[in-house]
């Protein structure tokens, strides 16, 4: 599998891999020995995906990547802190990385927790109380939408308003963003058929 350079190469790369996936056809590229050792001094990852947590959710398998093919962080909730938003700076100004993925799942603990809060007033101990708030604004607007709003309504509002967030707070994503040396896309997961449906894209992709 030869890198891909623009934001457009790497989106149609992510998604054949996940029609791959899908479709159990999987090729699991750059898994051998020679590709370990072609990566020793140097990696040049074509997409950066910032997922959450979940054991579900593990994106070289659902994408069909391989070794030196993604930069992948992950936190409960694909909730963004500074490490978190620092660690997908340098993905962009270092590895010069031209697709960042944000990567949401229906089910989504995090957010089911943050919906409880929401709806009994009630926090959860320690620092998941820290989670609970920063998925709060999604949980709210989800429901300021549409008051029956579920947990796929607010996973994905979850999704897009963190796609923003990286644009809105990293001069250096909306730099690269805005010279379209990166693409941001916002994707939810479907657990039953492994399938990521895009729900937020800022950059050109190809569509």
């Known amino acids: 599998m030869s ?13 054949d891999g996940n029609r791959r996936f899908v479709g159990s056809s999987s090729s699991h590229p ?6 370990r050792t072609s990566l020793m ?5 074509f997409v950066m995906i910032f997922g959450c947590s979940d054991s579900r959710l593990a994106a070289e398998i659902i994408f069909d990547l391989g070794l030196g093919d ?37 089910s989504c603990g995090a957010v089911t927790a943050t919906k409880a809060a929401v709806e009994t ?18 949980v709210l607007t989800s429901l300021r939408k549409d008051k029956d709003s579920g947990i796929g309504e607010m996973v994905e509002e ?4 963190t796609a923003a967030r990286l644009v809105e707070n990293s001069p250096i994503i909306a730099g690269a963003v805005a010279r379209q040396k990166t693409a941001v896309v916002g994707l939810t997961y479907r657990l039953n058929d ?5 729900v937020y894209s800022n950059g050109h992709i190809g569509l």
């Open 3 to 15: 890198t891909p350079h623009t934001p457009a190469e790497a989106w149609k790369t992510l998604m």
């Open 30 to 35: 750059n898994q051998d020995a020679a590709r």
């Open 41 to 45: 001094s140097t990696q040049h990852p």
């Open 70 to 106: 993604a930069f992948v962080v992950r936190t409960a909730g694909h909730v963004i802190d500074n490490t978190a938003l620092g660690s997908l700076e340098y993905g962009v100004e270092y590895l010069g990385v031209p697709l960042i993925v944000v990567l949401g799942h229906d």
């Open 121 to 138: 007033g009630s926090m959860p101990a320690g620092f998941i109380r820290d989670l609970v708030e920063r998925i709060t604004p999604s």
């Open 158 to 161: 979850h999704v897009k308003q």
């Open 194 to 198: 492994g399938s990521a449906d895009l």
